[in-house]
């Protein structure tokens, strides 16, 4: 993963704790979550809106004005207006489908829930995802919400990060540890 991913990954999650943490003082979570979500879906589905809110040369206060139409047909509440108004004014705006990403995952652990980030090289069926999923809850004694994404680099196998534990199981790393035995031996 670059520097620069890791770093945009890293501001979407302390922004999404920010939120996190306003949302919870009012009381607000489940309605501020549903609010992300139904942004997340107009940025997928409405892929006109999703670029002029991306596009650098749009400025700030276009955004807000986009973002305020926005608010009224999506009816958001004043909290998450305010929040999006701040990750435009803070050049952020690029990093709200993360954001939205590290709120639901916020939201689950609230609720008691574990979330396993799961990459795969290829696409997984969901009769594997259930089987990864039924054996997480075993050997953690916690049920999970998975994030799979695909990396066709990765070869074969699996990658499962569950917080700060990784557990790597691709051909791409079982190559790597290889090269470095072979390297030892020479």
């Known amino acids: 993963m670059s520097d620069f991913s890791t770093r945009q990954i890293a501001s979407a999650e302390r922004y999404a704790n ?19 979500n139904k942004i997340k879906q107009l940025m997928e589905t409405d892929t006109e809106f999703a670029s002029a809110i991306k596009n650098p040369s749009v400025s700030k206060k276009n955004k807000i004005n986009i973002f305020d139409i926005i608010s009224e047909k999506l009816e958001l509440s004043k909290l998450t207006k305010n929040f999006i108004g701040v990750i435009i004014n803070k050049n952020r705006i690029n990093y709200l489908l993360n954001i939205a ?17 799961i990459t795969s090289a290829q696409a997984l069926s969901d009769e594997q995802l259930q089987e990864i999923k ?8 916690s049920d999970f919400n998975l994030n799979v994404n695909v990396d066709p680099n990765l070869i074969g196998g699996l990658k499962i990060q569950i ?9 791409k790393n079982q190559l790597q ?10």
């Open 101 to 117: 990403q590290s709120f639901k995952n916020l939201i689950s652990v609230h609720k008691g829930n574990r979330v396993a980030k």
């Open 18 to 36: 920010a939120l996190f943490q306003l949302a919870k003082e009012a009381k607000v979570l489940d309605s501020v979550s549903d609010e992300l």
């Open 134 to 141: 039924t054996n997480l809850n075993q050997k953690f004694d």
């Open 177 to 186: 540890l290889l090269k470095e035995k072979m390297k030892e031996v020479a």
């Open 163 to 171: 917080g700060s534990q990784m557990i790597d199981s691709s051909i």
